[in-house]
């Protein structure tokens, strides 16, 4: 089963720019509930969405004071569990993360194992791209960050 998940944020001074679990050095961060982690939280709703469960929003909500400024790997471990009690086992991931700045190449290899490492797959099933779109639109003004993500799941074999 494939699952397809999507998010964005938008920057602000002061905050912290975290993907994939891994922090990188920027002018700005992003404006969030919790850390804002734009490829965790697509991550999740990718997994989420492959094995019909729901998104992001309908397990931890933004509106729920127990997730401000929590750590979006958090999300990503308790969804991985809960595909695991389901009897799902996570096949691949593949991760696109849209950007004018910072350049996301020198930290591609970190966020791939952390991805890898959560979901309990090896790296090499792990893809994670990044793109520029050109100084198009509100990513190519600088305004903000998003990050898509697709992933396979199955029944684990017992």
Not at 62 to 80: I, K, L, N, W
Not at 101 to 118: F, G, H, W
């Amino acid at each position: 089963m494939v699952g397809f998940g999507y998010d964005v944020h938008r920057f602000a001074e002061g905050g912290r720019l975290v993907l994939g679990g891994v922090e990188i050095p920027a002018a700005r961060g992003v404006s969030a509930h919790s850390d804002g982690d734009v490829l965790f939280h697509a991550l999740c709703d990718a997994l989420l969405g492959a094995a019909g469960l729901g998104d992001i929003g309908e397990h931890f909500p933004d509106t729920d004071p127990r997730y401000q400024g929590v750590a979006s790997r958090v999300f990503v471990e308790r969804v991985v569990a809960l595909l695991e009690e389901r009897g799902y086992r996570i096949v691949n991931v593949d991760a696109t993360i849209v950007l004018q700045e910072p350049k996301i190449a020198p930290y591609r290899e970190q966020i791939r194992q952390s991805v890898a490492r959560l979901c309990r797959i090896p790296p090499e099933r792990v893809s994670i791209k990044a793109t520029t779109p050109e100084r198009l639109g509100f990513v190519g003004r600088g305004e903000g960050v998003v990050a898509f993500c697709v992933c396979e799941v199955q029944p684990s074999v017992p």
